[in-house]
């Protein structure tokens, strides 16, 4: 949160100063936390499969599970293009 108010202070436009405040609120740190539980829900599923495997269920052969994943992927994608604009905007 330190770093967001010299990001805030520091920002020369208007974009850079929403990208310092949303930091400042805890968006970004947010957004980490849900894609850590997130993968953490599907490691348990993983595991499960892994030492269970002749149980009826098995979690992985219906895609939900590679369905997530792929969602898990692409929000990560989203936040590192975030995290490379936001050192952008405070250069």
Same mark, same amino acid.
């Given at each position: 949160q330190a770093e967001a108010i010299a %990001? *805030?202070? %520091?920002? =020369? =436009?208007e974009q850079a100063a929403r990208s310092a405040m949303n =930091? *400042? $609120?805890? &968006?970004?740190?947010t957004r980490i936390h849900q894609l850590v539980e997130a993968l953490t829900h599907l490691r !348990?599923? /993983?595991?499960?499969? !892994?030492d269970f495997p002749d149980e009826e269920i098995d979690f992985l052969s219906d895609g939900? !599970?590679?369905a $997530? *994943?792929? %969602?898990v992927m692409a929000d990560l994608? =989203? /936040? #590192?293009?975030? &995290? #490379?604009q936001g050192s952008l905007l405070r250069e």
């Open positions: %990001d *805030l202070i %520091d920002a =020369s =436009s =930091s *400042l $609120q805890g &968006a970004f740190s !348990i599923y /993983v595991e499960a499969a !892994i939900k !599970i590679e $997530q *994943l792929n %969602d994608d =989203s /936040v #590192r293009g975030e &995290a #490379r």
